[in-house]
């Protein structure tokens, strides 16, 4: 059975960090680009950050180059986003899926997604 499993949001400050998770089961990392998708309340969903099934590139939407980083662990079978000097505007609730690294838009090679994980930013 396909799954994700987005873990690792929660209330941080303003400046604060949080990891996020995604754990794949069913099939590997390596064969997708995979990525990070948002969405805040009353917006559209959006296209945070995309690496290639290979690792070896990744794209960020603008407002979060310099403070987020997408890396995955293949032996975990996990992706995850490292964010930094969150902003009150990165309150969403994040999802993990494929991805087309050029546009950041959800890839309909794997159209699988998870429950997604809160990340609330404020004082």
Known sequence: QLQLVESGGGLVQPGGSLRLSCAASGFTLDKYAMGWFRQAPGKEREGVSCMSSSGLTTNYVDSVKGRFTISKDNAKNTLY???????????????????????????????????????????
Request: net charge negative; hydrophobic share 35%; glycine share 6%.
């Open 81 to 123: 986003l490292q964010m930094n000097s969150l902003k009150p505007e990165d309150t969403a609730v994040y999802y993990c899926s494929a991805c087309f690294i050029g546009t950041l838009a959800p890839s309909s090679y794997l159209d699988l997604w998870g429950q997604g994980t809160q990340v609330t930013v404020s004082s």
